[in-house]
């Protein structure tokens, strides 16, 4: 799952990293108080992260130890996935930056076998969740080379997780007969974040922002879809969706409008 969700991470971030010097390449040169972004810009963005979902993933075990008395290979724990989304940032100051934005999260495992004709064996676990975030970024001074700036920032703020879902559970197809169970559990959270990175910054109207993010966010009452009951574990504690985690972010951010601050 880590190995899937690097490489997708990995593409769109190349992607963006070569939009990015193309666009610069072929950009009008400029002096070094040309290069502050505009104040209001759009940035689009991918970021490798991993996730705790610790009582997603104790599901995950007892379907395991299921599976496993019928000869089945297990499904994998979800620790890692991608989130892809847009944020908008706004300079308030010289070195105050307003960011907010959201983003998806979607890690699945699954075992999906077709043992004969007409027979379909499914066992799977998922999670999704858009992360909705508000913030501040405080930039440090500026350092510029040629046309090139590059400005150390870092920051904070709420997060917001809207539509958490997860589906675990497993179905089976023999002899014309299907039987088996999917618990769906449901439910949306708040959390913090903190982040820290550099803003690489061109004689355009297009930059790159790199940086690396602490994400605190759960769901602490989680719902049943089926039957909106609320959930709790075996031992009585409440059921949680814990998405917290670490993530390393490339995001290519569009210059929109507003004259730069100086």
């Known amino acids: ?52 979902l610790h009582d997603l993933n104790d599901q995950v075990d007892f379907l395991n130890q299921f599976t496993a008395a019928q000869n089945l290979a297990p499904i994998k724990r979800l620790h890692w996935s991608a989130q892809f989304g847009l944020e908008g940032r706004y300079t308030l100051s010289p070195h105050w930056t307003i960011a907010a934005g959201f983003g998806r999260i979607r890690s699945e495992s699954k075992l999906d076998l077709l043992p004969q004709v007409g027979q379909h064996i499914l066992v799977s676990a998922r999670v999704i969740t858009v992360p909705q ?61 903190a982040e820290a990175g550099i803003h690489m910054m061109f004689p355009s109207k297009y930059s ?10 759960k769901t602490k ?16 504690t409440p059921y949680e969706l814990d998405v917290s985690g670490f993530g390393l972010r490339i995001a290519l951010e569009i210059g929109l409008f507003g004259k730069p601050v100086k």
């Open 1 to 52: 799952m880590f190995v899937v969700a690097l490489r997708r991470a990995a593409r769109a971030a190349a992607v963006m990293g070569l939009v990015a010097l193309a666009l610069s390449s072929v950009a009008v040169p400029g002096h070094a108080d040309e290069q502050r972004v505009k104040r209001f810009g759009v940035a689009l963005y991918a970021m490798p992260t991993n996730m705790s």
């Open 133 to 193: 975030n508000l913030g501040l970024d405080y930039y440090l001074g500026p350092k510029t080379s040629g046309d090139f700036t590059l400005r150390p920032f870092v920051g904070g703020g709420m997060i917001r997780l809207v539509e958490t879902k997860a589906k675990v559970g497993g179905e089976a197809t023999l002899a014309d007969t299907t039987f088996g169970s999917f618990s769906r559990p449901f439910g949306e959270g708040f959390g913090y974040y």
């Open 208 to 217: 790159v922002v790199l940086n690396a993010m602490y994400r605190n966010a």
């Open 221 to 236: 009452r989680v719902f049943e879809e089926n039957t909106h009951q609320l959930l709790f574990n075996p031992d009585g």
